[in-house]
């Protein structure tokens, strides 16, 4: 059962442009949500996160937001850069009271391509 | 600053064999996390440490040991490896305080291959 989903496997984008990445999660207890970057042969990278008190966080280029009646959030990167492609993946926590000890359940990843 | 250091980046074993993963942060951070990767599933926690002496099951804990004996230490065992644990595996740690946990930090992973 899969609680958090990246339903896009791929995406493309030119440089200069927007780009969307989509998470859906179905645990409503989850209340942190954060975003990784992950080049080959290397860890994830953390990006951004927000909390389920907010519903928008940004970053310079980088925006997070959240739409908890949905259950849904989306990362937003721009402009787009070459450097930015990479690996996405979403996360989320439960019980940032402590409850959830950090514990994180990942989405599958979204490969984003950001052509010159 | 190291960060999160994980030892061997690769390794083959045969089936049936044993190794220990180790990874060492020097953040002073007091939990730390082991997940592996697979194709198509993302990373998915394996076991986890909230201090050091302390240890609890992730969500696929099955054939797996770890150790927290120090607190900048946490190692994965494999008792009887199997080709079904053919995968990268992360070890990440964060910080925690007033009662919220930071975003974890990663390391470069190890690649572990079972025959």
């Known amino acids: 059962d899969q609680q958090v989903k990246q339903n896009s496997p791929s995406l493309s984008v030119q440089e200069g442009r927007i780009s969307i990445l989509n998470c859906d999660y179905t645990?409503?207890?989850?209340?942190?949500f954060l975003w990784y970057k992950k080049y080959p042969a290397e860890g994830p990278t953390f990006l951004i996160s927000?909390?389920?008190?907010?519903d928008k966080n940004e970053d310079g280029r980088f925006t997070v937001f959240l739409n908890k009646s949905a259950k849904h959030l989306s990362l937003h990167i721009v402009p787009s850069q070459p450097g930015d492609s990479a690996v996405y993946f979403c996360?989320?926590?439960?019980?940032?009271?402590?409850?959830?000890?950090?514990?994180?359940?990942f989405g599958q990843g979204t490969i984003l391509t950001v052509h010159p | 600053n190291a960060g999160v250091t994980q030892t061997p980046k690769f390794r083959v074993l045969k089936t049936g064999q044993s190794m220990t993963l180790l990874c060492a942060q020097d953040?002073?951070?007091?939990?730390m996390y082991w997940y592996r990767q697979d194709p198509g599933m993302g990373l998915r926690l394996i076991h986890y440490?909230?201090?050091?002496?302390?240890?609890a099951k992730g969500e696929v804990p099955d054939g797996y040991n770890v150790s927290r004996l120090k607190k900048q230490n946490f190692l994965l065992g494999l008792e009887s490896a199997a080709p079904s644990q053919t995968s990268v595996y992360f070890c990440?740690?964060?910080?925690?305080?007033?009662?919220?946990?930071?975003?974890?930090?990663f390391g470069d992973g190890t690649r572990l291959s079972i025959l």
């Open positions: 645990n409503s207890m989850f209340d942190y």
């Open positions: 927000i909390s389920s008190i907010k």
């Open positions: 990440a740690s964060s910080a925690t305080g007033r009662g919220l946990t930071g975003p974890q930090h």
């Open positions: 996360a989320a926590s439960g019980g940032a009271g402590g409850t959830s000890y950090g514990k994180l359940t």
């Open positions: 440490s909230v201090g050091e002496g302390t240890t």
């Open positions: 953040m002073n951070h007091e939990y």
